[in-house]
Each structure stands twice: as structure tokens, then as C-alpha cells.
């Protein structure tokens, strides 16, 4: 068992894997390791039936909608402030309180996709995006799936305004030319603790292994 408990987060642009990938490299680190846990960032299982229904409602609001919402009445303060609380809560009820017990955590994702798209908007809705959204807890690992944006675009069953940069009152763009600009600013983000899988030049099972040999190797560090 490690000493400490070890925050391990998924990054990528919109159809990079990073669900598909993060869960099968769960399943094969579980095998060896009991104290591991999964958190599916849409789905998270809470502690409580209060938590699960508060959160559930929120979920619906931001990610079950009906791709024609006129989701550009509310204006982009009230969607970084609504998908930042979402943060608050899995920081608070599942990362803080497995890291205390010393365990595992793989995320399918964090907040930093969403800290990119905000970064291409004006200099005031950056300021707030980065205050409400960098302080939850920083992962010790971040696995980005790098993938380019026109594979990723062939895997997405619908494209939703978001993921295209419909919501862009400024800008028009498709969604290559978008996750393009979104990847700028992932770039930004990174440092020591993120590891660049370029899955373009590798199959799915080398991808998966390449991220099982990197993470299991942290955590023999940390043993």
C-alpha cells in the first residue's frame, strides 16, 4: 500500500478516449492494487443519497441537455461558476477525503479542459475561470491522450455547441479548428507532472500499457 494517497487525472481534447482509456487502465491496475478507486467525473458515486440527487440535477443541467439549448441566454459567468461548483463538490466529498486514506484515484478528467475553453475568452472571464476552478486539488499525475483534432472529431457521435465553439460569441468556429485553439491553451498547463501519450502513432493496447507502466511506476516510488 502506498504511504500517501496519489491523484491521477485524464486530459484530452473532446474524443481523445480519455473515458474508454482511464477505465480499462483502472481495471488492470485494480488487479494489483486494492486501495484504487475510480472516479467517472459525469457520474461520481457521492456519499450520500442527498449529495447523489443535489448533484444529479446539476449533471442534467450541465452536460443532459438538448443540443439546441440556447445555452448562450445565461451568459459564460454563470456556466464557470456552475461547472466549478460540480468541481468543488468531487474536490471536497471523494479527492480530498480518498487522498487522507491513502489511496489510488483515477479520473477520467478533471477541470482543465474546461479552464482551456474559458482561457480563449476575454481577459475578465480568464481571471475568474482560473480563481474558481484552481483550487481544487492539483493532480500528482495528469495523463494527457494527445489526439488529432480530426481522428477525434470521426469518433464523436454528435458534436455538441460546446465542443465546436458555438458558444464563442466573438469567434465562429467547426470543430477541428476549435479543439485546435482549446489544445493551445491545454499546452500551457503543463509541467513535470503531465505525460504527453501521442495515441496517434500507437494502438489502443500499447496506449493503455505505455499509461499502466508510467503509473505503476509512481507508485512504486511512493511505496
Known amino acids: 500500500m502506498i504511504k500517501r494517497g496519489l491523484f491521477i487525472a485524464f486530459e484530452g481534447n473532446d474524443g481523445a478516449g480519455k473515458s474508454t482509456i482511464s477505465r480499462e487502465v483502472y481495471d488492470i491496475l485494480s488487479l494489483d492494487y486494492n ?52 468541481f468543488s463538490v468531487l474536490d471536497s466529498l471523494i479527492i480530498q477525503p480518498c487522498l487522507l486514506q491513502g489511496k489510488i484515484i483515477i479520473c477520467d478528467s478533471w477541470y482543465y479542459k474546461y479552464l482551456a475553453r474559458f482561457l480563449l475568452k476575454s481577459t475578465e472571464l480568464v481571471k475568474l475561470s482560473k480563481s474558481v476552478l484552481s483550487i481544487n486539488t492539483k493532480p500528482d499525475m495528469v495523463i494527457y491522450l494527445d489526439v488529432p483534432p480530426g481522428i477525434a472529431e470521426k469518433r464523436k457521435k454528435i458534436l455538441k455547441p460546446s465542443e465546436s465553439g458555438k458558444l464563442e460569441t466573438n469567434e465562429k468556429y467547426d470543430f477541428i479548428e476549435y479543439q485546435k485553439h482549446v489544445f493551445n491553451q491545454y499546452q500551457t498547463f503543463y509541467d513535470d507532472t503531465w505525460k504527453i501519450i501521442d495515441t496517434d502513432t500507437l494502438t489502443k493496447d500499447a496506449v493503455i500499457k505505455s499509461i499502466v507502466d508510467i503509473i505503476q511506476v509512481e507508485i512504486l516510488k511512493r511505496m
Open 35 to 86: 486501495n484504487i478507486v475510480f472516479l467517472d467525473k459525469n457520474y461520481p458515486l457521492l456519499p450520500s443519497g442527498y449529495s447523489m440527487y443535489h448533484m444529479g440535477k446539476i449533471r442534467d443541467v450541465l452536460w443532459d441537455y438538448d443540443i439546441s439549448a440556447p445555452l448562450g441566454e445565461l451568459g459564460d459567468r454563470h456556466w464557470i461558476l456552475l461547472i466549478a461548483s460540480w
